[in-house]
């Protein structure tokens, strides 16, 4: 029988699985009242019950809510424990209790290694952390609102990082002067965030947000990491979970949020093993789940700025005077969304012009008109997910039809949907509003006509560029700036490159040796979530050769 939410959640460990986890951890005494950690704290144990009842605890506004109590053969924790990040609540001796304790090291291990343990622990704290977003109980409070790009950006951070936090939104909680006042921010400071209801920010960058919840572990310039991962999307999170489950010791660099492109797909269809869909933001979530189950280390929103070091012993600029350093490194930086050139765009950007078509921005256009740009299957997916909610979706694109561009079953699900208007021939020609975005025009190309509607959401699907720029010109690149692995390399371009060894490069590697690449941002790329997952995990196995020399 299928367990219930509340069973996933609160698992009762076997006397034999608790013999288990005792033989590993450390048995002790814990009188009433007793903190076994508190909220905010940086390395926080893991516990699992054997007598008695440990209570967890959420701080608002002065008082104490209770969020679980667990009885014997039960145990703490949720994902935060897993990634070393601070802990959310405060965990706390309802009465004399006996625990075994465990560090993070220790849980770690158990997981890796005890799968029948490690499958309940996993699913419990992936478990809890969903209920942890679902209600908002989390240590950051975001006040903002739909008008202003900046908050779009920061509940985006947040989503894709799996960090729960509460909204406040300017323009509808009648409460809000309260808090405003209450942290001695205004309205003009949005978006603002309070962490811990201790620090505000206003107006955060993501990097500020990271840093003041906790989501990165602090840099060791010193450590020769065996490799460094370039970019959190499917290529990178997949090399990092297996080099990491191999024993590998690796960094992953994410410049923003892991899941990359394929985190701002509303619907992945075609990625085998889930034949009713996937959204690109739960793949991605369970990917760095298993990325942090194995022990890879994730700094978010810490981009590469500057490629350095040579073979057997690379620097990767991570800003601020700081660097990381590896014997190898896979980049796995993918693609850049390809912005248009009207000037009007960048204004617009998050208060009407979006880049992606998830839950979130479908959320604040339900009954409205919306255009997508684009005849790609990534402008095809979001017109069609659109349009379960909008009123109606104008699909724009340059040429005369999507045959050419867009895959066979979503051309037919446009044709088919009452809501979607497809329009041939046809481009931008003004974005208008003030604050928000309030009209758009666009023009025929075959005929010069142009129509005027006022819309108030444009979803930009229209392609991407590599990103490619930091690496300064160190490696290979092709005409378009993708980076040529393998038997791409002509010897011409290894001899420019200095490649110093007798052997020639393995698949996916680079003009430098140990240096690889993977994804969308290799030459020759299939722009699929499929192949940049195949691909990250083929380039462990030849890192593995090349650590081994
Ligand atoms: C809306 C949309 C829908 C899609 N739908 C599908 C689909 O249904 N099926 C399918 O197979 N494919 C789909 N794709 C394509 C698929 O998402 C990509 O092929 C895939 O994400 C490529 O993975 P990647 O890891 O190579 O690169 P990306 O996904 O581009 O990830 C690269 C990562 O690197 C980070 N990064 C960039 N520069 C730096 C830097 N300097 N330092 C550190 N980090 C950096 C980025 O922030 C990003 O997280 C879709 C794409 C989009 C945009």
Same mark, same amino acid.
């Given at each position: 029988?299928?367990?219930?939410?509340?069973?996933?959640?609160?698992?009762? #460990?076997?006397?034999?699985?608790?013999?288990?986890?005792?033989?590993?951890?450390?048995?002790?005494?814990?009188?009433?009242?007793?903190?076994?950690?508190?909220?905010?704290?940086?390395?926080?144990g893991?516990?699992?019950v054997?007598?008695?009842?440990?209570?967890?605890?959420?701080?608002? *506004?002065?008082?104490?809510?209770?969020?679980a109590?667990y009885?014997?053969?039960?145990?703490?924790?949720?994902?935060n424990? +897993?990634?070393?990040?601070?802990?959310?609540?405060?965990?706390?001796?309802?009465? /004399?209790?006996?625990?075994?304790?465990?560090?993070?090291?220790? #849980?770690?291990?158990?997981?890796?290694?005890?799968?029948e343990?490690?499958?309940?622990?996993?699913?419990?704290?992936?478990?809890?952390?969903?209920?942890?977003?679902?209600?908002?109980?989390?240590?950051?409070?975001?006040?903002?609102?739909?008008?202003? &790009?900046? !908050?779009?950006?920061?509940?985006?951070?947040?989503?894709?990082?799996?960090?729960?936090?509460?909204?406040?939104?300017?323009?509808?909680?009648?409460?809000?002067?309260? #808090?405003?006042?209450?942290?001695?921010?205004?309205?003009?400071?949005?978006?603002?965030?309070?962490?811990?209801?201790e620090?505000?920010?206003?107006?955060?960058?993501?990097?500020?947000?990271?840093?003041?919840?906790g989501?990165?572990?602090?840099? /060791?310039?010193?450590?020769?990491?065996?490799?460094?991962?370039?970019?959190?999307?499917?290529?990178?999170?997949?090399?990092?979970?297996?080099?990491?489950?191999?024993?590998?010791?690796?960094?992953?660099?994410?410049?923003?949020?892991? &899941?990359?492109q394929?985190?701002?797909?509303?619907k992945?269809?075609?990625?085998?093993?889930?034949p009713?869909g996937?959204?690109?933001?739960?793949?991605?979530?369970?990917?760095?789940?298993?990325?942090?189950k194995?022990?890879?280390?994730?700094?978010?929103?810490?981009?590469?700025?500057?490629?350095?070091?040579?073979?057997?012993?690379?620097?990767?600029?991570?800003g601020?005077?700081?660097?990381?350093?590896?014997?190898?490194?896979?980049?796995?930086? *993918?693609?850049?969304?390809?912005r248009?050139?009207?000037?009007?765009f960048?204004?617009?950007?998050?208060?009407?012009?979006?880049?992606?078509?998830?839950f979130?921005?479908?959320?604040?256009?339900?009954?409205?008109?919306?255009?997508?740009?684009?005849?790609?299957?990534?402008?095809g997916?979001?017109?069609?997910?659109?349009?379960?909610?909008?009123?109606?979706?104008?699909?724009?694109?340059r040429?005369? *039809?999507?045959?050419?561009?867009?895959s066979?079953?979503l051309?037919?699900?446009?044709?088919?949907?009452?809501?979607?208007? +497809?329009?041939?021939?046809?481009?931008?020609?003004?974005?208008?509003?003030?604050?928000?975005?309030?009209?758009v025009?666009?023009?025929?190309?075959? !005929?010069?006509?142009?129509?005027?509607?006022?819309?108030?959401?444009?979803?930009?699907?229209?392609?991407?560029?590599p990103?490619?720029?930091?690496?300064?010109?160190?490696?290979?690149?092709?005409?378009? *700036?993708?980076?040529?692995?393998?038997?791409e390399?002509?010897?011409?371009?290894?001899?420019?490159?200095?490649?110093?060894? +007798?052997?020639?490069?393995?698949?996916?590697?680079t003009?430098?040796? &140990?240096?690889?690449?993977?994804?969308?941002?290799?030459?020759?790329?299939?722009?699929?979530?499929?192949?940049?997952?195949?691909?990250?995990?083929?380039?462990?196995?030849?890192?593995?050769?090349?650590l081994?020399?």
């Amino acid at each position: 029988m299928a367990k219930s939410n509340a069973e996933r959640m609160f698992p009762v #460990l076997t006397p034999a699985q608790i013999a288990r986890v005792a033989a590993r951890g450390r048995v002790r005494a814990v009188t009433a009242a007793e903190v076994l950690f508190e909220s905010g704290d940086a390395t926080t144990g893991f516990f699992v019950v054997t007598e008695g009842q440990v209570e967890v605890i959420r701080h608002s *506004g002065g008082a104490e809510d209770l969020v679980a109590a667990y009885g014997p053969g039960q145990f703490t924790g949720e994902m935060n424990m +897993l990634a070393g990040r601070p802990a959310l609540v405060r965990a706390r001796a309802r009465v /004399d209790c006996e625990v075994i304790e465990m560090d993070r090291g220790q #849980l770690l291990a158990l997981v890796q290694t005890d799968s029948e343990i490690g499958e309940i622990l996993m699913r419990a704290f992936i478990v809890r952390r969903v209920e942890l977003i679902a209600q908002g109980l989390g240590d950051a409070i975001v006040i903002g609102s739909n008008h202003c &790009g900046g !908050t779009l950006r920061v509940k985006e951070f947040l989503t894709r990082n799996a960090h729960p936090y509460a909204y406040v939104d300017l323009d509808r909680d009648s409460d809000v002067q309260a #808090l405003l006042d209450q942290f001695h921010v205004t309205a003009a400071d949005v978006p603002i965030v309070v962490c811990r209801g201790e620090i505000v920010l206003r107006r955060p960058s993501n990097r500020q947000l990271a840093d003041c919840l906790g989501l990165n572990e602090a840099v /060791d310039s010193a450590q020769l990491h065996d490799v460094i991962v370039v970019g959190a999307g499917p290529a990178g999170l997949a090399a990092a979970v297996y080099a990491a489950s191999e024993g590998l010791d690796v960094l992953i660099v994410e410049a923003n949020s892991p &899941g990359g492109q394929a985190g701002s797909s509303s619907k992945i269809e075609n990625y085998l093993g889930f034949p009713t869909g996937i959204s690109g933001q739960a793949l991605a979530g369970r990917a760095f789940a298993q990325a942090e189950k194995f022990g890879a280390h994730i700094l978010i929103a810490r981009g590469a700025i500057q490629f350095n070091g040579e073979h057997t012993r690379y620097a990767i600029e991570i800003g601020d005077g700081e660097s990381v350093q590896a014997r190898t490194i896979l980049i796995a930086t *993918g693609a850049e969304y390809r912005r248009p050139l009207l000037e009007s765009f960048p204004r617009f950007e998050g208060v009407g012009v979006y880049y992606g078509a998830t839950f979130m921005e479908a959320q604040q256009c339900v009954n409205d008109e919306v255009v997508v740009i684009g005849g790609g299957n990534s402008a095809g997916q979001a017109a069609v997910f659109l349009a379960q909610t909008a009123k109606r979706v104008y699909l724009l694109v340059r040429s005369a *039809g999507l045959a050419q561009t867009m895959s066979r079953y979503l051309i037919r699900r446009i044709e088919e949907h009452p809501a979607i208007v +497809l329009c041939t021939h046809s481009e931008i020609a003004a974005l208008e509003g003030e604050a928000h975005l309030e009209r758009v025009r666009w023009r025929n190309t075959s !005929t010069g006509e142009v129509e005027s509607r006022d819309i108030r959401h444009v979803f930009v699907m229209a392609g991407a560029k590599p990103a490619t720029g930091w690496l300064g010109g160190r490696l290979a690149l092709d005409d378009k *700036g993708f980076i040529k692995t393998g038997t791409e390399l002509s010897k011409e371009e290894l001899i420019d490159a200095g490649w110093p060894l +007798l052997r020639a490069p393995f698949l996916l590697e680079t003009s430098l040796p &140990g240096v690889f690449a993977a994804g969308d941002v290799r030459a020759g790329n299939l722009k699929r979530v499929a192949a940049a997952v195949g691909e990250g995990s083929i380039a462990v196995s030849f890192i593995h050769r090349v650590l081994a020399d």
